[in-house]
T-cell receptor
Framework: IAGITQAPTSQILAAGRRMTLRCTQDMRHNAMYWYRQDLGLGLRLIHYSNTAGTTGKGEVPDGYSVSRANTDDFPLTLASAVPSQTSVYFC????????????FGPGTRLTVL | GQNIDQPTEMTATEGAIVQINCTYQTSGFNGLFWYQQHAGEAPTFLSYNVLDGLEEKGRFSSFLSRSKGYSYLLLKELQMKDSASYLCASMDSNYQLIWGAGTKLIIKP
């Protein structure tokens, strides 16, 4: 692995189903982030983690949960998917979580029907 | 409120110069980032400014004026591969990035 990987690449999901988007980084970065990107809008922060064992809410956290059991992994869970969660989801990481550059994974395209 | 404004779309000619402007209003300020995003791909880092002035990196330069809440990205000697969206993001007092919607740059031969 080099950088950040996300899985799956794309997914079509029925409304009401539970879904976990996976994110793994091998750069030993302390901070990790989940964003969603919708047409005509900027990237919006869903949840973040400044270090393993801690998480925080971003701008649009409702309907999503995260965990950070270790440095490398930061999964995002949709407990009961709704059509408004149709989006492209990007995971990112940075060394310190402050002014450090964020590096992005390739994204997951999620469609909720 | 927090707000980032940048043009939705710009068109330029191969070999020319283009300037993409960004104005920002955020709660506190810890720097201004520019990212490039090709269609269907992830954003990739281009530049970071925290002090006033111009930062040059090859064909790309970025300028910041903190007093005016203004930044621009300057792309010289445009190439077809520069066709992409350019995202402006301001880091607020909580060290969170507030993103603009992006400027889609179309390069014509």
């Amino acid at each position: 692995i080099a950088g950040i990987t996300q899985a799956p690449t794309s997914q079509i999901l029925a409304a009401g189903r539970r879904m976990t988007l996976r994110c793994t980084q091998d750069m030993r970065h302390n901070a990790m982030y989940w964003y969603r990107q919708d047409l005509g809008l900027g990237l919006r922060l869903i949840h973040y983690s400044n270090t393993a064992g801690t998480t925080g809410k971003g701008e649009v956290p409702d309907g999503y949960s995260v965990s950070r059991a270790n440095t490398d992994d930061f999964p995002l869970t949709l407990a009961s998917a709704v059509p408004s969660q149709t989006s492209v989801y990007f995971c990112a990481s940075s060394q310190q979580g402050s002014s450090d550059t964020q590096y992005f994974g390739p994204g997951t395209r999620l469609t909720v029907l | 409120g927090q707000n980032i404004d940048q043009p939705t779309e710009m068109t330029a000619t191969e070999g020319a110069i283009v300037q993409i402007n960004c104005t920002y209003q955020t709660s506190g300020f810890n720097g201004l980032f520019w990212y490039q995003q090709h269609a269907g791909e992830a954003p990739t880092f281009l530049s970071y400014n925290v002090l006033d002035g111009l930062e040059e990196k090859g064909r790309f330069s970025s300028f910041l004026s903190r007093s005016k809440g203004y930044s621009y990205l300057l792309l010289k000697e445009l190439q077809m591969k520069d066709s992409a969206s350019y995202l402006c993001a301001s880091m607020d007092s909580n060290y969170q990035l507030i993103w603009g919607a992006g400027t889609k740059l179309i390069i014509k031969p």
